[in-house]
Nanobody, 125 residues
Framework: QVQLVESGGGLVQAGGSLRLSCAAS????????VGWFRQTPGKERKFVATISRRGDFSEYADSVKGRFTISRDNAKNTVYLQMNSLKPEDTAVYYC??????????????????WGQGTQVTVSS
């Protein structure tokens, strides 16, 4: 079992930055690829970014490429999502998720076994 806890969300003005953290309980965290997803009310959860278990491969949704950066520190059992040049359309609840199967990372939420509770990000115009 892996428990994931997101933090770092909040209210920021457009153009600003936030860094989200996803802290994991597993001692074998380096065996898991991690993804970030986001969801707005009434909409389906959407892929944002994913990172391989070693951190040597990452992939992004087109909507965040060049603005968001995913990284990880396996010694701290934590994955980060650095979000720059934020836009109002980035407003959502952000979730991190982990998978031990797709170790290079995956954009499909169906491939993830463990999920955090989410953290709210609100970008004002």
């Amino acid at each position: 079992q892996v428990q994931l806890v997101e933090s770092g969300g909040g209210l920021v003005q457009a153009g600003g930055s936030l860094r989200l953290s996803c802290a994991a309980s597993a001692r074998t965290f380096s065996s898991y690829a991690v993804g970030w997803f986001r969801q707005t009310p009434g909409k389906e959860r959407k892929f944002v970014a994913t990172i391989s278990r070693r951190g040597d491969f990452s992939e992004y949704a087109d909507s965040v490429k060049g603005r968001f950066t995913i990284s990880r520190d396996n010694a701290k059992n934590t994955v980060y999502l650095q979000m720059n040049s934020l836009k109002p359309e980035d407003t959502a609840v952000y979730y991190c998720a982990a998978t031990s199967i797709f170790t290079s990372g995956t954009y499909s939420q169906l491939d993830y076994d463990y999920w955090g509770q989410g953290t709210q990000v609100t970008v004002s115009s």
